[in-house]
Structure formats: structure tokens, C-alpha cells
């Protein structure tokens, strides 16, 4: 079956630490995005592609980067952990929209990350 | 820009009491709409979703939702609470314009069913 993986699913780092979450997505999908999940903000965009060599800053997108090599993957870098970083980072993906197609998120299992 | 606000951080439930969630959103264009849930430790599921036709939508595990066009509104049901539904429920909303799905979400409710 096609899933969509997050890695590593915890993690503690110390501030200044560069650290890179790994997502993978076997759907094939052409669009993918991280959020971070916050208690009392939901999910906000941190950033998204929508294809290779395609990356787009959202919401919250200071502090963070990433990177689209090929269609599968999608790391996210943090390249100097803060505190404020601390957080439940979920990758997901979908397809194009158009027609019968409505962009639903399919998503990860989340990667719990502390900075110290 | 859209947004969607979700009232009640916390619901509390007894065990075959009705579920009612609710969300409002604002979209300047027509909106696809979303439920999604989050059972502990793992990622978000969709439960339902609402892009043209009924208003009434029926979703997994006896869940549904209508969309109220004048009351830009989307409430999330369902008639009898089951012990398996605590969980965290996020309401999304897309611009139905925007081709690249973007999701913006509320803030979640955390549901508590009681015995």
C-alpha cells in the first residue's frame, strides 16, 4: 500500500544543532507540504512543493528549509534549533487539484521534535 | 485569505450522547471544506469533506457534516459518541480556487467521551 513516512518519529537536540526531518512518500503525489501542530494553534504551514526543484514558504517558514530532489522526498531542515522550534512536525502530500480531484491531505505520523 | 475557527478547545461527551463540533470559516470564493482526525500519537485521517454538490456530508465511523453556505458554517456530528471517538478533530478549509491544496486549519477540539 502507498504511505507516507516520517523520520525520525522523536528526537531531542540541543539549541544551535542543525537538524533535518526526513518525509517519504510512495503515492506518488506531486504536491507536499509541512506543518508543525502546536496546543492552541492547530497546524500551520511551514512550507510545501509542488514538484521537483519547486519550494514555497508558508505561515511560519522562519528557521526552516527545504528542499524537493525528487518526487518521493521532502527533508525539513531546522538549521539552528531554538526552543521555539520545539514541536510535532507532520509532513503530508497530495495531488494535483482540478476536476474530480479535491488536493485531500494524506498524511504522516508526525515527528516529535525537543530542542533543549 | 481564509480562515476557519473552531469553538471549544474541549468537548466532553457521555458515551451514545449526540457529538457537536463546531466550525466557521471565511473564504472570500467558495470553499472545500474538511474534517479531519487525530487519534493519539499518530497523523491526521480525513473523516469527510464537502466540495460542490450536498450540503449534507456523510463521512467514516457515522460521522457527518453540513455545510451552511449563509451561516459560513460546517459542524461536524454524530448522534451516538463511541468510547473509540476521543480523539483531537481539526476543521480545514481550501479556496476552491486554489488549485495546489493548501489546507488552512482551525485550532482542533479535543473530544472526551465519558462512560
Known amino acids: 500500500d502507498a504511505e507516507i513516512t516520517q523520520s525520525p518519529r522523536h528526537k531531542i537536540t540541543e539549541t544551535g544543532r542543525q537538524v533535518t526531518l526526513a518525509c517519504h512518500q510512495t503515492?506518488?503525489?506531486?504536491?507536499m507540504f509541512w506543518y508543525r501542530q502546536d496546543l492552541g494553534h492547530g497546524l500551520r504551514l511551514i512550507h510545501y512543493?509542488?514538484?521537483?526543484?519547486?519550494?514555497n514558504k508558508g505561515e511560519v517558514s522562519d528557521g526552516y528549509s527545504v528542499s524537493r530532489s525528487n518526487t518521493e522526498d521532502l527533508p525539513l531542515t531546522l538549521e539552528s534549533a531554538a526552543s521555539s522550534q520545539t514541536s510535532v512536525y507532520f509532513c503530508?502530500?497530495?495531488?494535483?487539484?482540478?476536476?474530480?480531484?479535491?488536493?485531500?491531505?494524506?498524511f504522516g505520523e508526525g515527528s516529535r521534535l525537543t530542542v533543549l | 485569505a481564509q480562515s476557519v475557527t473552531q469553538l471549544g478547545s474541549h468537548v466532553s461527551v457521555s458515551e451514545g450522547a449526540l457529538v457537536l463540533l463546531r466550525c466557521n470559516y471565511s473564504?472570500?470564493?467558495?470553499?472545500?471544506l474538511f474534517w479531519y482526525v487525530q487519534y493519539p500519537n499518530q497523523g491526521l485521517q480525513l473523516l469527510l469533506k464537502?466540495?460542490?454538490?450536498?450540503?449534507l456530508v456523510k463521512g467514516i465511523n457515522g460521522f457527518e457534516a453540513e455545510f451552511k453556505k449563509s451561516e459560513t458554517s460546517f459542524h461536524l456530528t454524530k448522534p451516538s459518541a463511541h468510547m473509540s471517538d476521543a480523539a483531537e478533530y481539526f476543521c480545514?478549509?481550501?479556496?476552491?480556487?486554489?488549485?495546489?491544496?493548501?489546507?488552512?486549519f482551525g485550532a482542533g477540539t479535543q473530544v472526551v467521551v465519558t462512560p
Open positions: 503530508a502530500s497530495s495531488t494535483l487539484a482540478g476536476g474530480s480531484n479535491t488536493g485531500e491531505l494524506f
Open positions: 503515492w506518488n503525489h506531486n504536491n
Open positions: 512543493s509542488y514538484g521537483v526543484q519547486d519550494t
Open positions: 473564504s472570500s470564493v467558495p470553499p472545500y
Open positions: 464537502y466540495t460542490t454538490g450536498a450540503t
Open positions: 480545514a478549509v481550501r479556496p476552491s480556487t486554489d488549485s495546489w491544496g493548501k489546507l488552512q
